[in-house]
């Protein structure tokens, strides 16, 4: 009789190298089946295929190692160390922002040097009078995002600085963000100072946790970590879910696409099998070793009957669009790898010019670059409408000049949720939801991925936490 699988529900990065710590980091042997809805594996690590105007990654998508040699080397050991852009040191992540009507190609943090003069030096008050304050054991208690912009930098320039920022990313005020919001983008510092003065005040641990070097590629190395960046020599991250889904297979984990686990049976306090539907109705009945969800936690308390009718969750009522570009000359982006945008009135989230880190990415086809737009009611809806819009913010940003075109552009819309919205119902929503699936005491099942611990969200941070459950946790059989 075959050995019963683990059944992995999903295919995104995240799942694959979970699979791979299995065989890898576990010396498990047990087989492992990976079921995906999707025609393709990957998950937002796939690409955007043009034909002969070449593929697009959805989005900027660079991988941050996560420190734990181990877990790191199933990414970089796939292929030679010569096949990858290796960034590390002030190279790691160059970003920037779009805010106050300038694009910062030096800091990714708002820069407040050239803001008027009374209200820097009010914002520079602000800041020591709370770092006093915050030394004398006043603080700001609660789990909101604007908790959190209080906490580290006092009312003042939360109210001032930050709200606007935060209601423009997400239409909310940071009372009804989760704290999780302040760790989506650069908010937790500010540039206020010069080098030298800079450095002077760095001495000051508290200070230090609240301004940023104002030249984040002449920074001195106060990165300790040693943590690097990857990403192919060869543009497009389809290659690593290509190479890992072959060295998967060869070692024998199975795939099946375009289906879906669609029941859950128990007995025991454990998963026993699961039905795997596919995209012509079909159905198979499969026992399991373990259960490994990795598929969004409303799907799985649904197919073990939870219930969730008293929670609320707040749907992100942006649309969200991946405009693809070609442009015949290099983006006006100096070195950045990518900036956000901050700027009220603006739809662009985030600008990824791909061939800073990648140059290949521009070879024989013009210089690729994509903007993330969250359009709102009133917006173009129509391909060409989104693709102008997103035209016109890039000249405004200075990034192309007023006249150019494209030699290509494509709008794709996020039809699968898209960003989750990080408000204190969402982030509410699911914790309730991770605590009630775990109530249920299923021993050999185990949720991975977006949200499913606390502060868990980007790939860096699902991987630990996975590495985290898979050595710590009970082994089942």
Known sequence: MSPKPIVISGSGLSALLIARMVGAVLRDRTPILVVEQNAEVGGQFLSFDYGPDGRFDHGMHIYYESSIPEVDTLFTGIFPEDYWHILEGNRKDIAGLFVNGR????????????????????CIAEILLHVQDTLAGKTHPGRTAYDAMRRQFGEFIADRVFVPVFEKLYRHHPRQLDELATH???????????????????????????????DQLTMPPFRTSGQRGFYPRKYGMFRVIERLREIL???????????????V???????????????DGMATEVEVDRLFWTAGLPGLAKLLGIDLADLTYDRNNKDIHYVNFLWPERPAMGELYYFYCFEPGCRAFRVTSYANYCPGAAEGRGHPLCAELWTEPGDPTDAAGIVELAR??????????????????????????????????????????????????????????????????????????????????????
């Open 103 to 122: 694009l910062q190609l030096d800091t990714p943090y708002v820069d407040l040097r050239a803001a008027d003069p009374d209200f820097r030096r009010r």
């Open 184 to 214: 989506l983008t650069a908010v937790n510092r500010l540039a206020l100072f010069d080098e030298a003065m800079t450095l002077e005040l760095m001495r000051s641990e508290p200070l230090r946790a609240r301004i940023c070097y104002p």
């Open 249 to 263: 297979e060869r070692d024998g984990t199975r795939f099946l696409t375009s289906s879906s686990v669609s029941a």
């Open 265 to 279: 049976k128990r007995k025991g306090g454990k998963v026993t099998g699961v039905t795997i539907r596919f995209a």
């Open 392 to 477: 016109r913010e890039l000249v405004r940003f200075g990034v192309v000049p007023e006249g150019a075109r494209p030699r290509f552009a494509r709008a794709e819309k996020v039809t699968d949720g898209g960003f989750p919205l990080p408000s204190v119902n969402n982030v509410r929503f699911l914790e309730s939801t991770t605590d009630r699936i775990r109530a249920a005491d299923l021993d050999n099942l185990e949720i991975f991925g977006v949200y499913s611990s606390r502060n868990t969200f980007f790939i860096k941070d699902i991987l630990t936490d996975a590495h985290r459950k898979l050595t710590q946790g009970k082994r089942t059989s």
